[in-house]
């Protein structure tokens, strides 16, 4: 009760950004994750103070049905399970969340993401792996830190919690969005003016949670480009006028990756596309992933270059990024937040 109460009582603040289009949203992917290792608390933390509007969480479960907040289903890529647990990988390799208890997680050390075949940083100027002491956080942990940041600061930042591979969760005996769902409206996540919103890049899923499991508040399919999605779909079915008008039966919004919004290899070549314009004519917010500093798209010469062409050309409702303080910066510069 005190949890609702407390957004009722700010969530005027978040109003504006959950509207289309007050302003662009930053939305920081797994926290401020170009600075400190992603999806840590202390990640979350830093994107909090430096402006974001959002802060993502991806969300897989454990072997008890506690959903914990990691990128991957697995988890040898940002925490030392093959030196703690060597014997609990499956034949394939990877160390699945969801074979461990949640006090089995907690066992482990979080850290910067690694290559799992030659155990180096695949960002290698971001925060050393295996230094200071990090963990992987639960949901819940994570929604209190936050709802705690948002009374301490009086600015509310909201969340962006991604439903990961339901149906593969579901194929191994879990139902991962029937237990995440009831958890975010108990913190008072429940409707379209909760600061609150739910992403997924299974179109079934995302019809089953807006229909089946009857969830009220701000729904986004995410898209990936020239590879199928967990559930066999094709993300260039919806691109088109026809696809995102069918997308918007269910959804509130539409995630891509930055080259549907921006195709070419340099600047020189660079050109926006219609994706923006015809995902607004079926009144869908648009919030394409991933900007990074330190691995820039293409079509851009530098992170200014990069805000000019998405915000100014491009017209986007937001974007994920891992530096969320830079296009807070470039934005309140400009008189637009």
Same mark, same amino acid.
């Given at each position: 009760?005190?949890?609702?109460?407390?957004?009722?009582?700010?969530?005027?603040?978040?109003?504006?950004?959950?509207?289309?289009?007050?302003?662009?949203?930053?939305?920081?992917?797994?926290?401020?994750?170009?600075?400190?290792? &992603?999806?840590?608390?202390?990640?979350?933390?830093?994107?909090?103070?430096?402006?974001?509007?959002?802060?993502?969480?991806?969300?897989?479960?454990?072997?008890?049905?506690?959903?914990?907040?990691?990128?991957?289903?697995?988890?040898?890529?940002?925490?030392?399970?093959?030196?703690?647990?060597?014997?609990?990988?499956?034949?394939?390799?990877?160390?699945?969340?969801?074979?461990?208890?949640?006090?089995?997680?907690?066992?482990?050390?979080?850290?910067?993401?690694?290559?799992?075949?030659?155990?180096?940083?695949?960002?290698?100027?971001?925060?050393? !792996?295996?230094?200071?002491?990090?963990?992987?956080?639960?949901?819940?942990?994570?929604?209190?830190?936050?709802?705690?940041?948002?009374?301490?600061?009086?600015?509310?930042?909201?969340?962006?919690?991604?439903?990961?591979?339901?149906?593969?969760?579901?194929?191994?005996?879990?139902?991962?969005?029937?237990?995440?769902?009831?958890?975010?409206?108990?913190?008072?996540?429940?409707?379209?003016?909760? !600061?609150?919103?739910?992403?997924?890049?299974?179109?079934? &899923?995302?019809?089953?949670?807006?229909?089946?499991?009857?969830?009220?508040?701000?729904?986004?399919?995410?898209?990936?480009?020239?590879?199928?999605?967990?559930? /066999?779909?094709?993300?260039?079915?919806?691109?088109?006028?026809?696809?995102?008008?069918?997308?918007?039966?269910?959804?509130?919004?539409?995630?891509?990756?930055?080259?549907?919004?921006?195709?070419?290899?340099?600047?020189?070549?660079?050109?926006?596309?219609?994706?923006?314009?015809?995902?607004?004519?079926?009144?869908?917010?648009?919030? !394409?992933?991933?900007?990074?500093?330190?691995?820039?798209?293409?079509?851009?010469?530098?992170?200014?270059?990069?805000?000019?062409?998405?915000?100014?050309?491009?017209?986007?409702? /937001?974007?994920?990024?891992?530096?969320?303080?830079?296009?807070?910066?470039?934005?309140?510069?400009? /008189?637009?937040?």
């Amino acid at each position: 009760m005190m949890k609702t109460s407390l957004f009722v009582l700010l969530g005027i603040l978040a109003l504006p950004a959950l509207a289309q289009p007050a302003r662009p949203v930053v939305i920081a992917h797994r926290g401020a994750s170009g600075y400190l290792p &992603e999806h840590t608390l202390e990640s979350k933390v830093l994107a909090h103070a430096m402006g974001a509007d959002f802060l993502e969480q991806d969300v897989a479960l454990t072997k008890d049905d506690v959903p914990i907040v990691i990128h991957d289903i697995y988890i040898e890529t940002i925490s030392d399970v093959a030196q703690r647990f060597p014997e609990r990988k499956r034949a394939n390799g990877h160390y699945y969340a969801l074979d461990f208890t949640l006090a089995e997680i907690k066992q482990l050390r979080a850290q910067e993401r690694v290559n799992p075949r030659t155990g180096q940083p695949v960002y290698p100027n971001r925060f050393p !792996p295996g230094k200071s002491s990090f963990q992987i956080a639960t949901l819940e942990e994570e929604l209190q830190l936050i709802q705690g940041l948002n009374k301490t600061s009086r600015r509310v930042v909201g969340i962006y919690p991604e439903i990961k591979q339901p149906a593969w969760h579901r194929k191994e005996g879990h139902d991962i969005s029937r237990i995440v769902l009831p958890i975010l409206r108990r913190y008072g996540y429940a409707t379209k003016q909760d !600061p609150c919103w739910v992403q997924c890049f299974e179109l079934d &899923e995302v019809k089953r949670i807006r229909t089946e499991l009857g969830w009220e508040g701000r729904l986004l399919l995410l898209l990936a480009m020239n590879r199928k999605h967990p559930d /066999g779909t094709s993300a260039e079915a919806w691109f088109t006028p026809a696809g995102m008008m069918e997308v918007a039966k269910v959804a509130d919004g539409i995630g891509p990756e930055l080259g549907a919004i921006v195709s070419g290899s340099s600047k020189a070549t660079r050109k926006v596309t219609d994706f923006v314009k015809h995902a607004h004519a079926a009144k869908l917010i648009v919030h !394409p992933y991933t900007l990074r500093a330190d691995d820039l798209p293409k079509f851009a010469e530098s992170m200014d270059d990069a805000l000019e062409v998405l915000f100014a050309e491009a017209g986007l409702d /937001g974007f994920f990024t891992d530096f969320p303080d830079l296009p807070v910066k470039w934005l309140t510069a400009r /008189g637009l937040r």
